[in-house]
């Protein structure tokens, strides 16, 4: 329950306040900068802006996991997946098709995106697939373990988008009806 307190000031009167601000503008300095040899010694330093000031800093590490949010869709004939993953640190992605690992290539497009600091994001497009080769995996793989995700490409959703064919369809009978509601109208009018 909120409650207001009032009481007369005069200006010779002082009022002491505290603001506490939760940490901000957490930073990581690295000393010293640049290229290391493996073996030698590094400093972290942690900064935030906080009242009261931040008296104690905890380090997490966290095997990744990859999230609800992977799914695949279809768009006619291609079928374009994305595998959404974090951990500490950041896992890297790899994708699995029919059993075996996939690069990215022309024929099979593959983009990585990175999400923060802790996650990653990876979208494969693929083409014209046999039933037989619907076995699709995403793993996601960091210093601490790894995780997997089995697409399921026969329930993919399907997109509906603007295909050449549909377009021009629509714009033949869009044609049509024009000419069917203009022509009887023109006729009527130069009567």
């Given at each position: 329950?909120?409650?207001?307190?009032?009481?007369?000031?005069?200006?010779?009167?002082?009022?002491?306040?505290?603001?506490?601000?939760?940490?901000?503008?957490?930073?990581?300095?690295?000393e010293p900068k640049g290229?290391?040899?493996?073996?030698?010694?590094?400093?972290?330093?942690?900064?935030?802006?906080?009242?009261?000031?931040?008296?104690?800093?905890?380090?997490?590490?966290?095997?990744?996991?990859?999230?609800?949010?992977?799914?695949?869709?279809?768009?006619?004939?291609?079928?374009?997946?994305?595998?959404?993953?974090?951990?500490?640190?950041?896992?890297?992605?790899?994708?699995?098709?029919?059993?075996?690992?996939?690069?990215?290539?022309?024929?099979?497009?593959?983009?990585?995106?990175?999400?923060?600091?802790?996650?990653?994001?990876?979208?494969?497009?693929?083409y014209d697939l046999d039933e037989d080769?619907?076995?699709?995996?995403?793993?996601?793989?960091?210093?601490?373990?790894?995780?997997?995700?089995?697409?399921?490409?026969?329930?993919?959703?399907?997109?509906?988008?603007?295909?050449?064919?549909?377009?021009?369809?629509?714009?033949?009978?869009?044609?049509?009806?024009?000419?069917?509601?203009?022509?009887?109208?023109?006729?009527?009018?130069?009567?």
């Open positions: 329950m909120d409650r207001i307190f009032r009481a007369p000031l005069s200006t010779n009167d002082t009022l002491a306040t505290t603001t506490f601000v939760p940490p901000k503008e957490t930073t990581i300095i690295i290229p290391l040899l493996e073996g030698s010694s590094v400093s972290l330093l942690c900064k935030s802006r906080a009242n009261p000031p931040v008296t104690n800093y905890t380090w997490y590490k966290v095997p990744p996991e990859i999230l609800s949010s992977s799914r695949c869709i279809k768009i006619s004939s291609m079928i374009r997946c994305s595998c959404y993953s974090q951990g500490n640190p950041p896992p890297s992605l790899v994708w699995k098709l029919a059993g075996e690992p996939v690069n990215h290539s022309a024929a099979i497009p593959i983009r990585e995106e990175s999400l923060g600091n802790v996650g990653m994001k990876s979208i494969i497009t693929l080769t619907l076995s699709l995996v995403c793993l996601s793989i960091n210093s601490l373990g790894f995780d997997s995700f089995a697409f399921n490409m026969s329930l993919s959703k399907t997109e509906q988008g603007l295909h050449s064919l549909s377009f021009g369809i629509g714009f033949v009978v869009a044609a049509l009806g024009m000419l069917l509601v203009c022509v009887p109208l023109l006729i009527i009018y130069y009567r």
